[in-house]
C-alpha cells in the first residue's frame, strides 16, 4: 500500500503506509477517487499543522478484502471512507461516548489519508454508496456533514435569513441545503466566478464584489439583517464583513473545509453581542449526507472543480498551491486513481 506523503514543506514523495492492521474488524479497500482540498494545500506549504502522512481529504473505493461476517460488507461493494475518526482514548471515548470525543483524528492531518491505491479501514467507518449516489457527489459527503453542523449549531428554522460569506464550494453545498430545509441563504461573494456558480445553482440571493453587502442585506431583510451568519474562513473575507450583516445577538458559525488561520477583529461583534461559534465537528452526518444526495437535496453538478491523474500529484499540489498564492483562492481537484 503506498501514496503521496508529505515529507516536508513542498515536498510529497510517494511512500508505504504507516497504516499496521492489527484488528480483525478491518477491510482493505481499493481507493478509485480522492479529493485534494484547501486542507491538503496548506499542509503542503506548511500554513496547517499535521502529521507526516499521505495527504488527501476525501475518499471512495472498492472494498478488495473483507470479513465475509463484517456487517454485510462485501467485496467489490463500492464504498465512502469516513474521514473522521474517534480517538479511542480520550475520556468520554473511554466512557464509551465516542460521540463526544474531544481528539477527532482526520484524514490526511492526523493519519494517513486516500492518495493512495489502498486503505485499511474499520468497518464502522465504511460506509455503502447507493447506485444512485454518484462518485463525483460522494466526494463531497465530507463537506455536506459539514453543512449539517452548521445547521444544527445555528437551530436554523423555516423562513430564517442566513448569510453566507464566502462562496466557495462548500459555500454552496450550505446554501443548498438551507433552501431544503426552507430556510432563505443570501450568498455574499468577493468572486465573481463563485458569485456566477451560486447563480447557475438556483440560489437566489447572492451578492458579489460590487455590491454594498449590507446595504442589500437590510433591503432584503426589511432593515433587520440576519439573525445566522455563516462566516467561511476559506475565503479571506475580513470577518468585519460578516459581523455588519447579523442582527443584535444573532448567531455566527466560523467554520470552512480548511481549519485556516485567519486574524479577527472582535470590536463590532462585541457591540452587538454576537453569539460565535466554532464548527469543525461533523462526525456521525455522514448516512444523512447520503441520504441528501440520494434524494436530490442538493445538487453539485454545478460546483467547480479540475481533475488529474494520480500520477500527477505532485504538480496538482504545487499549481494549485501556486493559484493559491496568486489569486487567494483554489477550488478542490478529483483524483481519478483507475
Ligand atoms: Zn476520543
Known amino acids: 500500500m503506498k501514496g503521496w506523503k508529505i515529507i516536508k514543506p513542498f515536498l510529497l514523495k510517494e511512500s508505504e503506509s504507516n ?66 475518526v474517534t480517538c479511542g482514548t480520550c475520556e468520554n471515548c473511554k466512557k464509551g461516548d465516542d460521540s463526544h470525543c474531544t481528539e477527532l483524528k482526520r484524514a490526511g492531518i492526523d493519519f494517513d489519508g486516500f492518495l493512495c491505491d489502498f486503505a485499511t479501514v474499520k468497518a464502522e467507518n465504511l460506509f455503502a454508496l447507493p447506485d444512485s449516489v454518484a462518485d463525483f457527489n460522494a466526494l463531497f459527503l465530507d463537506q455536506i456533514s459539514l453543512a449539517i453542523s452548521v445547521v444544527d449549531k445555528l437551530k436554523i428554522q423555516k423562513g430564517d435569513y442566513v ?21 432563505v441563504p443570501i450568498v455574499v461573494t468577493n468572486n465573481l466566478e463563485d458569485y456566477k456558480i451560486a447563480k447557475d445553482s438556483g440560489i437566489y440571493y447572492v451578492l458579489g464584489p460590487d455590491d454594498n453587502w449590507q446595504k442589500e442585506v437590510a433591503n432584503i431583510t426589511s432593515a433587520r439583517m440576519t439573525k445566522n451568519v455563516v462566516y467561511i474562513s476559506d475565503c479571506d473575507i475580513p470577518t468585519t464583513k ?38 469543525n465537528n461533523k462526525h456521525g452526518n455522514t448516512a444523512a449526507s447520503i441520504n441528501l444526495i440520494a434524494n436530490k ?26 493559484t493559491l498564492e496568486e489569486k487567494g483562492k483554489i477550488y478542490e481537484t478529483v483524483i481519478d486513481l483507475v
Open 19 to 84: 497504516e499496521t492492521v492489527d484488528s480483525t474488524s478491518i477491510s482493505k479497500v481499493k481507493i478509485t477517487k480522492a479529493l485534494i482540498t484547501l486542507s491538503d494545500v496548506l499542509r503542503y506549504s506548511d500554513e496547517l499543522d499535521g502529521e507526516s502522512v499521505i495527504l488527501g481529504n476525501s475518499g471512495i473505493g472498492v472494498i478488495s478484502e473483507t470479513d465475509a461476517n463484517l456487517f454485510g460488507l462485501e467485496k467489490g461493494q463500492r464504498v465512502y471512507i469516513e474521514p473522521i
Open 163 to 183: 448569510a453566507i460569506v464566502g462562496a466557495n464550494n462548500f459555500g454552496n453545498i450550505l446554501a443548498q441545503l438551507l433552501i431544503y430545509y426552507q430556510a
Open 242 to 279: 460578516a459581523f455588519a450583516l447579523a442582527s443584535f445577538n444573532a448567531g455566527i458559525a466560523y467554520t470552512g473545509v480548511s481549519n485556516k488561520n485567519n486574524s479577527v477583529s472582535f470590536a463590532q461583534a462585541i457591540k452587538k453581542q454576537l453569539k460565535i461559534y466554532f464548527i
Open 297 to 322: 437535496a442538493i445538487n453539485l453538478s454545478n460546483l467547480k472543480l479540475d481533475t488529474a491523474p494520480y500520477d500527477k500529484v505532485p504538480e496538482v499540489l504545487q499549481n494549485m498551491q501556486k
